[in-house]
């Protein structure tokens, strides 16, 4: 470039640089230094005279050619590097052609070994499904085996909790035809002014149950997460790392059971962990009480009842579904006097047993699989739904078979997960997914009628005390109280 108006001067193409002619002075500067020198004091810096950028012009060359490298200039130098070049590609192809050989062997031993691993794995998944169903079919009675019986694994002896089945039997139902409704229990009118009293949401994701005592309630979830609430107080008492996902909770006296998906129950006391139990070979899907508060029952997927004794969680007895039924257990009820044992099927069957020795008594049919089972206190009733269904049938166990048995079906106008009576039989109360009723049995003109309805969608609900208050769960972990509003 040139500096100032002198550019003819410059004829044809220069090197690529800057130049600034003034007074036939040629001057060369490099492009970035010299266009930030006039930015900042517009002057040449040599003569010190205004310039401007417009005054600049490019110096520009010609490309240079490289000469040829001395060996490359004849044909026997050329046909050397030819020779060397070929020497080389080929030296290469060998190479790559080993490492293939190489990797196309490690992959050959990869795959022979996943088959070898896959074959073991379908082997023993084919033994362990084949000793289940033998496991199933075998039955041990009297020393004789029977495929059509329910097979019982028990002791010749039984033991204590079991054998004062029969005492304990003999006082409750005695003492239940003459029980009075408690003093101060919640009337007909006070059921249906019930209202939200208080809510609260837990850390207890996926919430799957509930159960109280006292003024607490305990719940859990399928996290593994389980917590205890205040009712009164309406607040977290205590966060309890179950550490498996939980599917049914209940709490007796000082000790809180969790059923567990990995087929164990665990026990807790004060917070702690002080037992567990691991008699099921798949999850476990229903936890009852027997009314004595000796014996704890509990069915699972592997078609399994299993009964405890409270004091040292090992296993009093065991029972497993016979022959003909090939479909898992999911829930389960002790009858208020302790002599039956209910469990519910995915085929929708209720089976009955006797307690003591575990012979099955009755079979009441859904049709559907058993979502939740209860007994009524009246020791007469035993209510029962199905997942999917939108009713909850009342089965009279006077009569135990046909058609008469489904004494009143009751219309909840959504699918319902969960069941509970209150202690006088008077109250049965439903949850779901489309909220929570209260069906009530009036004994005077035996009829059904349906005070209270909330659409706040549960998973769960228990009694408090007196009826007074009925405490529900979501699938969200948020715990609802419902009672009278003072």
């Not at 196309?104 to 074959?119: F, P």
């Not at 003999?170 to 009337?187: A, D, Q």
């Not at 012979?359 to 739904?385: C, D, H, I, K, Y």
């Not at 039989?425 to 489309?434: E, V």
């Amino acid at each position: 470039m040139l500096c100032g108006s002198k550019r003819s001067c410059f004829p044809g193409k220069l090197p690529k640089s800057l130049s600034c002619p003034r007074s036939q002075v040629r001057v060369v500067y490099e492009k970035r230094l010299i266009e930030q020198y006039i930015n900042e004091h517009a002057t040449e810096p040599g003569t010190g005279e205004a310039l401007t950028t417009d005054d600049l012009l490019p110096l520009q060359s010609s490309r240079v050619v490289r000469p040829r490298p001395p060996t490359l200039t004849s044909i026997p130098a050329l046909l050397a590097t030819f020779q060397n070049e070929w020497d080389n590609l080929a030296l290469e192809t060998y190479n790559l052609k080993e490492q293939l050989v190489r990797t196309r062997e490690e992959l050959a031993t990869a795959l022979y070994q996943h088959d070898a691993a896959v074959r073991v794995i379908a082997r023993l998944t084919k033994e362990r499904d084949e000793a289940r169903d033998s496991l199933s079919k075998v039955t041990v009675t009297d020393g004789a085996a029977n495929g059509e019986e329910m097979v019982v694994d028990s002791v010749e002896t039984l033991p204590e909790p079991l054998a004062g089945t029969n005492v304990i039997f003999s006082s409750l139902s005695k003492g239940r035809k003459r029980r009075p409704v408690p003093e101060g229990w919640v009337t007909a009118d006070e059921v249906s002014s019930f209202d939200t009293t208080a809510s609260s949401a837990l850390p207890v994701s996926q919430a799957t149950s509930i159960d109280l005592e006292g003024g607490y309630a305990a719940l859990g979830g399928l996290k593994g997460e389980a917590a205890v609430y205040s009712i009164e107080a309406d607040k977290l008492e205590r966060q309890l790392p179950v550490n498996e996902a939980v599917t049914n909770t209940l709490w007796t006296g000082e000790k809180l059971f969790f059923a567990t998906s990995q087929g164990n129950v665990k026990v807790y006391e004060a917070g702690n962990e002080v037992a567990a139990a691991s008699e099921h070979a798949g999850p476990v899907t229903g936890l009852s009480i027997h009314p004595g508060a000796e014996i704890l029952g509990s069915v699972g997927t592997d078609k399994s009842i299993v009964f405890y004794d409270v004091a040292t969680m090992k296993r009093a007895s065991r029972a497993f579904a016979d022959r003909l039924t090939t479909t898992a257990l999911t829930t389960c009820a002790f009858h208020p006097d302790g002599h039956i044992f209910a469990a519910g099927t995915l085929s929708g069957d209720v089976k009955l047993y006797m307690t003591k020795n575990l012979e099955q008594a009755a079979v009441f049919r859904l049709g559907a699989p058993v979502q939740a089972v209860a007994f009524s206190e009246n020791g007469f009733w035993l209510a029962a739904t199905a997942k999917g269904q939108t009713t909850v049938t009342i089965f009279d166990l006077r009569r135990t078979e046909g058609d008469a048995a489904p004494a009143k079906v009751l219309e909840t106008g959504g699918s319902v997960q969960s069941l509970a009576w209150d202690y006088t039989g008077q109250y049965l109360a439903t949850g779901g997914a489309s909220g929570v009723t209260i069906q009530q049995y009036a004994k005077s003109s035996k009829k059904w009628s349906e005070p209270f309805r909330n659409s706040t969608p549960v998973v769960g609900l228990r009694w408090g005390e007196s009826a007074r208050k009925l405490v529900a769960v979501n699938g969200e972990g948020v715990v609802s109280v419902f009672g009278v509003k003072e």
